[in-house]
């Protein structure tokens, strides 16, 4: 199995002075995700719950909804030579394999066609058109369980999601996904160094537990608000995002469209509302 961090070698400059000792790095492999057999997408990330994160990108991809659709998920054989001459299994490439009868959609047949590559930054890059995107949600947000977050609530949920990650005490470098109940408890956490990568771990990790949707929670990602990521909570049936830095005009369209709340720039008591403000208790506005 791949390792979380590693190790290499910096020169350190500090007041002038130059040392040279061991920097813990976080890890960023490849991962090949195949879906019954065929190659669907490849992504960057940080090695660790590949099974929940190709699950959860099977969701958004509206392929997966329910634990009972899902076969089983298997490393296959992607053998890497060392420098002995022996070989080992990478554990980069995992194929997942649906249950008799799950049909695969339309757009993802397109997908496995492509062979589509996403960045750790980007998690749709190939994407032809907006429309092959907005897969229709299984948990439409509009109507569903109603959800009411206080705003001091949201404040305090950066902190919290800092505080629980691990691995970015150790190197600096992952973005954090994390999961909160309306009252601000912490559900569930994941690190990557993608933030759509972190998305999906918890989504997948939810689905194989059976607790999808997850219509009663808030998903709190560090960095910005990427349509991509917007479109995971959608797909997920999540009604609130809230994102430490800004959206993009394409994660508010699709916000707006679907009934989701999306916050940004959630730092300290200061945030802006983008979209779905009527889950938030806010006070009354002025002039």
């Known amino acids: 199995m791949g390792r979380v961090t590693e190790r290499r070698r910096v020169v350190r400059v500090r007041d002038g002075a130059v040392s040279e000792r061991p920097d813990t790095l976080v890890a960023e492999e490849p991962l090949e995700i195949r879906l019954n057999g065929e190659p669907l997408a490849v992504t960057m990330r940080t090695p660790g719950d590949d099974f929940a994160l190709a699950a959860g990108f099977l969701v958004s991809e509206g392929v997966l909804g329910s634990p009972k659709e899902l076969a089983n998920i298997v490393y296959c054989a992607g053998a890497t030579e060392q420098a002995d001459g022996t070989t080992r299994n990478s554990y980069n490439v995992v194929d997942v394999r649906l249950a008799q009868g799950v049909p695969v959609p339309e757009a993802?047949?397109?997908?496995?066609?492509?062979?589509?590559?996403?960045?750790?930054?980007?998690?749709?890059?190939?994407k032809t058109s907006l429309d092959a995107v907005r897969t229709t949600t299984r948990w439409p947000l509009a109507g569903g369980a109603p959800v009411r977050v206080?705003?001091?609530?949201?404040?305090?949920?950066?902190?919290?999601?800092?505080?629980?990650q691990k691995v970015f005490d150790r190197t600096g470098g992952l973005h954090a996904a994390g999961l909160f109940t309306p009252d601000g408890e912490l559900l569930d956490l994941r690190e990557d160094v993608g933030?759509?990568?972190?998305?999906?771990?918890?989504?997948?990790r939810a689905l194989t537990d059976g607790r999808l949707p997850l219509s009663e929670t808030v998903l709190l990602v560090s960095g910005r608000a990427s349509f991509e990521l917007a479109q995971k909570a959608v797909m997920a049936g999540i009604p609130v995002l809230a994102a430490v830095s800004a959206p993009s005009s394409l994660a508010v369209d699709l916000a707006a469209e679907a009934g989701l709340t999306l916050v940004g720039f959630l730092r300290g008591a200061s945030m802006n509302?983008?979209?779905?403000?009527?889950?938030?208790?806010?006070?009354?506005?002025?002039?």
């Open 150 to 164: 206080d705003p001091a609530v949201l404040s305090a949920l950066p902190d919290r999601l800092r505080a629980a």
């Open 195 to 204: 933030r759509h990568n972190a998305v999906d771990k918890l989504v997948g």
């Open 108 to 126: 993802t047949l397109g997908r496995l066609e492509r062979s589509v590559y996403t960045s750790s930054s980007c998690g749709l890059c190939g």
């Open 273 to 287: 509302v983008y979209a779905g403000e009527d889950r938030l208790a806010l006070p009354v506005r002025r002039g």
